[in-house]
């Protein structure tokens, strides 16, 4: 027996503001709501499905940054650049963790301050 992840839970300051910058940067929708927090997820799976959930949660003291844990992001319909652009246009913002430039990757933190990557290669979506 093994377990897998269901869902992503990211304390913030703005529950919907987040729930909309991500819902759009992964394709997710609204499932539901409860004591202020948002769940987003695939709109075709839901949670459960093969893609963990996202979980809002309201705080009084977020913490953005370098988180322990962050979010890596793959294109799945577009080149890196074209990804890129779109994010940037969502509210993304690119961040400066000390890249050489040489990398194959973006680094970026979503409107609330928190890292995520963006790789470059082409994913299959789901």
Known sequence: MACRISELVIDC???ARLAAFWGEVLGYVELGRED???EIGPPDAGFGGPQPTLILSPSSDPRAGKLPLHIDVNPTDRDQDAELERLLALGARPADIGQ???ESWHALVDPEGNEFCLLRTRL???
């Open 13 to 15: 300051a703005d529950p």
């Open 36 to 38: 202020g927090s948002i």
């Open 100 to 102: 050489t430039g040489t």
């Open 124 to 126: 299959q979506p789901l």
